[in-house]
């Protein structure tokens, strides 16, 4: 995936978690290398990181460092992960399509971790034709969701948790770089975007 398809989702996911009040508590989930964490704390947001893999451990240290920030780092899988608090928001940007068939878990306790009126942003890849896997990855078996995975596997997960869906987009890209639809209709789109509110 390009560097120009997640920055697309980061300012996405920054357009709904920049009207979140001073302070507010977020949960980055499978955050491996990205500097989206240390924004977000050096934008204010009290920011806990959760990262399976310990090869990016270092790297979010790293990111705070640069950042002149302070985050919470916790290297353990998402599925064990024992949230501190009630989160603001959480964000699962392309992370939680490798959690294999514990993803419809990890949507549901995505949900419960929230606090009332607590944003939850996800973006993974999709495929109109149906579900695709790719494996012999170095961060796991990648599922790319088709039609009724979005809808089985992570709004119904949602919604069971109490949250109430916000914006649903899916998005399509030229050469994996300029935007060239992000609209309802999944016909040619290659991502969805999703951002669920607890009731």
Known sequence: MSDAVRNFAYEWAWSFLRRLPAKSALCDIGSRGSLFPAFLAWQGFNVDVVEKDGRFIDAQRKNAGRWRVSMGVNETDFKA???PRA?????????????????????????????????FLSACEYDDGGTLFHEGRDDGT?????????LDRIEKPLLMGGMEIVDRRFAGFLRKAKVVAFREDPRDAAFFFLCARKK
Do not use: W
């Open 81 to 83: 992960f024992s949230p």
């Open 87 to 119: 989160y603001d928001a959480a964000c699962s940007l392309f992370s939680l399509q490798h959690a294999g068939d514990g993803d419809v878990d990890c949507y549901g306790r995505a949900a419960r971790m929230l606090a009332q009126g607590g944003l």
């Open 142 to 150: 990648m599922r790319v969701y088709g039609p009724p995975d979005v």
